[in-house]
């Protein structure tokens, strides 16, 4: 919808009569890489909105995972029920239709007017200013403008995605596929730059295993503790990357899971674009 007003100009001390001004006041349009899926052989990832009837239950799974951590489940709830400028993608068996009950595992991607969550989420581990913290975080990545950021604020694997250890590792390399291809997309569709991420260490040596150009932010490893009332607080590390370094990673296919990620884009008819 757009406001039309109609204002009076004046050049030189002179009227020149009324212009007519068009102000655009609708929602920003939906993040384009809803309704992206990406095809991983055996398996499908599947990016869905904020609207998408699924994702009331995917946020049930991510607060029970913090109440299982400690968090009080209001406060939880209040955080992750913000669903603006926000997707999932979920992992899927290819014959399963994308339904909760068939979800095996997920991440949240976070951009535009919100995708600095994580680094108020670190600013509240520091207990320092989020102003400051982002100005650090900008310096460090050099990014000019947080609307370029995308945070990826939830790398989960439920616990029916697989009961065993190896099962679960390799949902992990199919959400870290899945996450690649979202990021890639987004630089395209969305003009994202770099994207943040708080992670178990495990997770982190993982994606470092996996050759998956990333940085630690150099807080080492932190407590994920936001309220007094978590009395078991997971372990986390921020971290951050480059879409244009990870783009170059999967085009030169410089380890098996950037040859997966550049694979899945183009089975999935998605270009790989080459590095500039």
């Not at 400051?132 to 439920?158: H, I, K, P, Y």
């Not at 569709?189 to 495990?202: E, F, G, K």
Request: include cysteine.
């Amino acid at each position: 919808m757009n406001d039309v007003r109609r204002n009076p100009i004046v050049t030189n001390g002179q009227d020149v009569g009324d212009v007519e001004v068009i102000i655009d006041i609708t929602e920003p349009p939906p993040l384009g890489l809803i309704g992206d899926t990406y095809l991983l052989g055996t398996h499908r990832g599947v990016v869905v909105g904020p609207d998408h009837p699924i994702v009331s239950g995917l946020i049930d799974v991510e607060v029970a995972q913090l109440v299982a951590l400690g968090d009080r489940e209001d406060e939880a709830r209040q955080w992750l029920e913000q669903r603006g400028d926000t997707i999932w993608g979920v992992l899927l068996a290819n014959d399963d239709p994308v339904e909760l009950d068939n979800v095996l595992g997920l991440y949240r991607f976070t951009m535009r007017r919100r995708g600095d969550r994580g680094l108020r989420d670190l600013a509240v581990l520091l207990q320092r200013r989020i102003d400051d913290v982002s100005s650090e975080f900008r310096a460090v990545t050099g990014l000019e403008s947080m609307l370029q950021l995308a945070d990826l604020t939830t790398l989960d694997l439920t616990v029916h995605g697989s009961r065993t250890m190896r099962g679960r590792v390799e949902n992990l390399g199919r959400i870290v596929t899945m996450a690649g291809c979202a990021a890639i997309r987004a630089a395209h569709t969305d003009n994202m730059v770099i994207w943040a991420a708080m992670v178990n260490p495990m997770v982190n040596k993982f994606l470092g295993q996996a050759g998956v150009p990333k940085y630690e932010l150099g807080y080492g490893v932190l407590e994920y503790k936001l309220t007094q009332q978590n009395i078991t607080p997971m372990q986390t590390m921020p971290i951050w990357g480059s879409i244009a370094e990870l783009s170059e990673a999967v085009w030169h296919g410089t380890s098996i899971q950037m040859a997966a990620i550049g694979a899945a884009l183009e089975r999935s008819g998605f270009a790989v674009a080459v590095p500039t």
